[in-house]
């Protein structure tokens, strides 16, 4: 019986313990020539059958300690992919070790997968190849138990064309030529701390990279180095504030690489190498909070992990959590608290999109038969953060639950977790307060729909201007309008506006006449900070302004990371006018698009999986 809903993988009667990868990366024909050895440990007796999860996997070969074994791929399922069953030569008893060697290809529709060609990369010249395996797209690269519940060490070497490198998320372990191809090279990664698979992390260009701490070095094409380097210059600073929170780092390196424009997330928290939106290199500091938010990922997520999907919330809200924290230390607690504020917001949007029943926006969801890709949303991360802040509040203030939080992570490190776990573990923590963790209406928190049960009340000293300016212009009649003036932004901070621009997006659109005086007085359409243009694109389209339509499909496509994109696509589809014109413009761009981010495009656009661009 396997108790992950988004797995086929039985690891109630085996479990991984390392993955030995060889990896070739043909650009040619958009595969990973691939042979995989499993080292399994067996958790029964008479063990001689496994099945392991594979998605679009041309499977060669199987062997067990290199004797061939007997293989059947089972029906395909939509998201799942499709079971890998083994049954091995011989039987083991419980605790033996088996080596499980698979030669396969991957597809080159491969979901993990996006494959570049030169023009889609900055320097035009070289193909370009990264994986996004979180959460389930791991068995599209590597037949594997791809469940968060099973951590295994891995080994990798990878050969590619000898003018590109090869990144992945371990501590690189030296390279030499190819001896099979004299036009290639192999790179070798090691990742000696166990983790989960969907940490399996590739990212194959034509790659440099700059040091900027005496752990971390940013990885980029060459174009964007500098400013990357710029861009992430206080990361040993936020690596060191996180350590004094959580405890040591145990990954040893701390890199982060900037991705070409479709990469489709802000950030992911690859183990010794962060992969980051170019997004992010705005020139505004007010984006860092993403790598905050993936160097916490270190202590939640990588060394303690959810068991499965549907205990995503305590990845995210508890990363959340610790980003919140190390911004307190840098900038201050009315600076966690505007942040806060902000993040209640952004699971107002989540529960309004999804509708306040939805199933999908309980803290813990049951995934039976629901694509992780179609669940995401902010609910982890902010109802997530929600619950811990509140908890603070009730076990006595920030430095109290930071005691809890650390002495969680040093408890579970290593292993993964349910919501049970952690929550009888607050309990044992708090030993001497259960009457008042008793109060807590946990059944609301954890499986109810829609909004908390309890709303905290978060200081407003650095929202009062985002709120007094919008309720101007919400107020604001014709005649008022000329007395808005440049210097009202001015005084505002980039975070600041981003709150602004998000509290309009909350109430009714602003007459159309609003907007452009706005535009006038403001010139947002300046702004190249993406979370203030994504906010203004949307609100100038949700006005019905027909000027800020191809600008906003030109943000939807220039970039793909979807907690932009598919907004964008959306705003402009439901503006009647202009919804055909969405649906082209996405069909235009799909066959460039990340594979996951044109799927869930494709499904917000109610595009038929038959529609090609060429109808
Ligand atoms: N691990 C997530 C990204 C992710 C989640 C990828 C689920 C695939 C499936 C990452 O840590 C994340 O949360 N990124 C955010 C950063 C933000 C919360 C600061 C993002 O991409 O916007
Ligand atoms: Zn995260």
Redesign the pocket.
Known sequence: MSSDPCSFSSFTRCVTKHLNLTLLVDFDRHVIKAKVELTVEALEDRFSALTLDTKDLKVISVSANGQSARFSLGPKHSFKGTPLDITLPFELSRGQHVIVEVTYETSPSASALQWLTPEQTAGKKQPYLFSQCQAHHCRSMVPCQDSPSIKHSYYAQVSVPKDLVAVMSAVRDGQEADPQDNNRIIYRFRQPVPMPSYLIAIVVGALESREIGPRSRVWSEKEFVDKAAFEFSETETMLKTAEGLAGPYVWGQYDILVLPPSFPYGGM?NPCLTFATPTLLAGDKSLSNVIA??IS?SWT?NLVSNKTWEHFWL??GH?VYLERMIGRSLEGEAFRQFKAIGGWKDLQDSVNTFGANNPLTNLIPRLQDVNPDEAFSSVPYEKGFALLYHLEELMGGPEVFMGFVKSYIQMFAYSSVTSEDWKSYLFTYFKDKVDVLNKVDWNAWMFTPGMPPVKPQYDTTLADACIALSQRWIKAKDQDLSSFQDHDVKVLSSHQLIEFLSLLLHEDPLPLTHVKKMQEVYDLNAFMNSEIRFRWLRLCVRCRWEEAVPMALKMATEQGRMKFTRPLFREVFYFEKYQEKAVQVFLAHRAAMHPVTAALVAKDLKVDASQTSSL
């Open positions: 928290e938010h993936e990922h997520g990845n995210e990363t």
